[in-house]
């Protein structure tokens, strides 16, 4: 039985509206960013986004784990080699990946790397590429590099400075994803990209993260698992990690840091994490998927996944439908699972399983709970101390049409 209204495969998407961020990462000091059109999208729209630092920044990264990953992200890591960890500019281009594009795919890149390298007077290998949009399509090299020879000249401090930046990066984005935090003596802000072919390792998406705060190199490598690992490899909508996944996370280090700058990077980077399920390409919710009480964290991580991964839980969620028994089967899927004896389910904050059968609850009054754009669903397992959490998008109608009509 659905407990939902009936929903119209024609109905119009509405993307969700969310205010702006305080900050951009323009906000920070030490940043310049700019985006412009170049001709590479059909839309017309920005497409070649530039961040510039104005001294060499600490930067650690985490790359797609795609064995297909895209030219971009091959310049970045040997690039990564050569400078040591500080990076003078991002140069970004969207609306073509730039991947399975051979040794002119390579050859582009460095181009663009070149280009940027000359436009603001540093070293090549100070500069990281990015690229996302269609993939096995050669660049248009030629509208690329005359797009970064005018995000050079149009590059500023202003906040809508960093909106462009932004505004560049996105492909099927439905609206804008930034999130920012003033913790520490300093400022946090981050933007990044990504509806669909999103999958941890990494989930496709671009994601770009900056403090003002004085963080050592290698601090900030050290921080870069955990905090990917709860944000951006914590996201499911499609279960297909991309060939160009990229996090950049990077420190100016105009401020004095004033404890622990962690935490502040943290909640910025799931925030932008839950933005991109969200967005998940005709999504209408988050959920949030707890596991706890498992033989270990890494159990407990499978076991997240495998009900995150579900068709049938998505669905479910889509139509605000409390069927308890998808989710508890899927479960019992998992080989990290010894025994589902005393397995509990609770959703949206009421128990609707525990004790090997159905727990009593109004359904009716859980399927308005769930909607919401912002659902928990709770497993418990008595195996251990492990615990997890990821957060997945539901799936629905508009999923099918964008993915059916997007060339890839």
């Excluded at 073509?96 to 594009?101: D, K, Q, R, S």
């Excluded at 990209?193 to 770009?208: E, N, Q, S, V």
């Excluded at 990821?390 to 060339?407: I, P």
Aim: aromatic share 6%; with cysteine; proline share 5%.
């Amino acid at each position: 039985m659905r407990y939902s209204a009936p929903v119209s495969a024609a109905r119009p998407f509405v993307p969700p509206s969310f205010p702006p961020a305080e900050l951009t990462l323009t906000s920070l000091e030490g940043v310049r960013a700019s985006g412009v059109r170049a001709g590479i999208k059909a839309s017309g729209n920005p497409d070649v986004g530039l961040l510039v630092f104005d001294e060499p920044a600490a930067l650690a990264a985490v790359f797609t784990q795609n064995l297909f990953a895209a030219a971009p992200v091959l310049v970045s890591r040997e690039h990564l080699q050569k400078n040591g960890g500080r990076v003078r500019a991002i140069v970004v281009n969207a609306g073509n990946a730039n991947a399975c594009t051979g040794e002119r795919g390579l050859a582009d890149a460095r181009a663009m790397c070149e280009r940027t390298a000359k436009a603001i007077g540093c070293a090549v290998e100070e500069v990281l590429v990015c690229s996302t949009g269609v993939i096995g399509v050669h660049l248009p090299i030629e509208k690329v590099l005359a797009g970064i020879d005018r995000a050079a000249t149009e590059l500023s401090r202003e906040l809508e400075a960093g909106r462009a930046f932004l505004s560049a990066i996105q492909t099927t984005d439905a609206f804008p994803k930034e999130a920012s935090t003033r913790e520490g003596g300093g400022h946090v802000a981050g933007v990044c990209k990504g509806a669909g072919m999103i999958h941890p390792d990494m989930a496709t998406m671009l994601a770009f993260v900056g403090t003002d705060l004085a963080v050592p190199l290698d601090e900030l490598r050290a921080a870069m698992p955990k905090i990917a690992a709860s944000s951006f490899n914590a996201v499911h909508v499609d279960t297909h990690p991309s060939t160009n996944d990229t996090f950049f996370l990077f420190a100016t280090g105009k401020r004095k840091t004033e404890g622990d700058f962690r935490p502040a990077v943290t909640k910025v980077c799931r925030r932008l994490a839950w933005l991109i399920a969200r967005d998940g390409e005709g999504a209408t919710k988050v959920t949030t998927i707890e596991i706890r009480g498992a033989s270990s964290d890494a159990a407990a991580r499978a076991i997240a996944d495998k009900v995150a991964s579900s068709a049938l839980v998505r669905t479910a969620l889509f139509g605000n439908d409390p069927n308890w028994g998808r989710f508890v089967s899927q479960v019992g899927n998992c080989r990290e699972v010894k025994s589902v004896e005393g397995l509990r389910c609770t959703l949206q904050g009421t128990t609707v399983f525990e004790n090997g059968g159905p727990a009593p609850h109004d359904r009716g009054a859980v399927s308005r709970a769930m909607a919401s754009e912002d659902v928990h669903l709770l497993l418990q397992l008595k195996e251990g101390e492990g615990r997890a959490v990821v957060m997945t998008s539901d799936l629905g109608y508009r999923y099918v049409e964008v993915n059916a009509e997007y060339t890839t």
